[in-house]
Every structure is written in structure tokens, then in C-alpha cells.
Nanobody, 121 residues
Framework: VQLQASGGGLVQAGDSLTLSCAASGRTFVANTMAWFRQAPGEEREFVAAIGLSPDRTNYADSAKGRFAISRDNFQNTLALQMNSLKPEDTAVYYC???????????????WGQGTLVTVSS
């Protein structure tokens, strides 16, 4: 079981960025996929999740209206389109696979290595 996140980088406030996650097939199809993030000195927090059906999505309040999560069950990929980025979005972003309907960190047992997003003001 492997998850590989990519797409992070240094951007300015107001810019957009798309994160990608490549996943192993069996785990990808069987699980809810999600993005979490962890800022320096902070706990890891939920950002967005998507169920097996692409229209079943869930967002943290901080992500609503700015971020969009999507998945391709044929390509085994997960994406997070981030728009109108703010300095407070600066964090390491992790993709993860977990059980249906859960967004809490302890329920997720498969994690990518993380990709750093830095938003300058």
C-alpha cells in the first residue's frame, strides 16, 4: 500500500495550486480518500475527503469554496485543487486512505509522505 503525494511548492497569496496523489489500486478503490495538512507546531488537521462516488465530498470550513477534491478511480489518483491560497494555508499536505465516512486522523492508516505548500503574503 503506497500513496505518493506531489505538487507542493512556493506560491503567493491568491495563487492556485493543485496537489496530486498516486495510490495503489486496491486500497484506492476500497477507501475514502482525503487530504490532511499539518502546519509547523500544529496538529494534523482534516482538509477534504471524497468517497467512492466522486460526488460525495466533505470539506473543512477553511477549505469550503476555495478547494476542490477529486479522484480518478481508473487512474488511481487523487487531486486537491486549491484556489485563493492564503498564508495560513502553509503546511505539509498529506493524502490518506481511510474508512468510509470518517475524517479523523486516527482512523486513517495509509498515508503519503506529504508535500509542502508555502504561501507567501
Amino acid at each position: 500500500v503506497q500513496l505518493q503525494a506531489s505538487g507542493g511548492g512556493l506560491v503567493q497569496a491568491g495563487d492556485s495550486l493543485t496537489l496530486s496523489c498516486a495510490a495503489s489500486g486496491r486500497t484506492f478503490v476500497a477507501n475514502t480518500m482525503a487530504w490532511f495538512r499539518q502546519a509547523p507546531g500544529e496538529e494534523r488537521e482534516f482538509v477534504a475527503a471524497i468517497g467512492l462516488s466522486p460526488d460525495r465530498t466533505n470539506y473543512a470550513d477553511s477549505a469550503k469554496g476555495r478547494f476542490a477534491i477529486s479522484r480518478d478511480n481508473f487512474q488511481n489518483t487523487l487531486a486537491l485543487q486549491m484556489n485563493s491560497l492564503k498564508p495560513e494555508d502553509t503546511a505539509v499536505y498529506y493524502c490518506a486512505a481511510g474508512p468510509r465516512g470518517r475524517i479523523e486522523v486516527p482512523f486513517y492508516h495509509y498515508w503519503g509522505q506529504g508535500t509542502l505548500v508555502t504561501v507567501s503574503s
